[in-house]
């Protein structure tokens, strides 16, 4: 937004309505994009480091939105249960604590979703005792 806003000489509040009354004109991440190629492809001819401060200061963008572009989030090869199975079967084999946080750590998931699984698997295992 600022980006635009400092291109058309105009206030952020200003680009915003513009933007909104024409939505079908502009998307957020469309321009994110454009712009963030646009920056890296400039920085690549100049022979500059391709870092996250130097993208985000010439697309105009936020360091978080070039960190995002630099490292897109990779596709998970198991799906959450089977991350889950072998996080908790490889704390068992390592004699570790089976607490959340490493299992959710582990299992890359969140803290929560570690919880639940771990009282599933406590229920199981009280059940069968």
């Known amino acids: 937004m600022a980006h635009l806003a400092r291109l058309a000489q105009v206030s952020e509040p200003t680009a915003r309505r513009f933007l909104r009354a024409q939505p079908e004109a502009y998307t957020r991440h469309d321009d994110f994009s454009a712009r963030l190629q646009s920056a890296s492809e400039q920085l690549q001819r100049e022979g ?18 070039a960190h995002r572009f630099l ?9 959450r249960e089977a ?12 004699d570790q604590p089976l607490t959340a946080s ?14 639940r699984f771990l ?10 005792a």
């Open 83 to 94: 991350r889950l199975q072998a996080a908790f079967a490889r704390l068992q084999m390592e």
């Open 102 to 115: 490493a299992l959710a750590r582990l299992a890359q998931v969140r803290w929560q979703t570690a919880v």
């Open 48 to 65: 500059q480091p391709l870092s996250e401060r130097a993208l985000a200061r010439l697309a105009g963008v936020s360091r978080k939105s």
């Open 119 to 128: 009282a599933r698997e406590i229920s199981k295992q009280e059940y069968a």
């Open 71 to 79: 490292h897109p989030p990779q596709p998970r090869e198991q799906p």
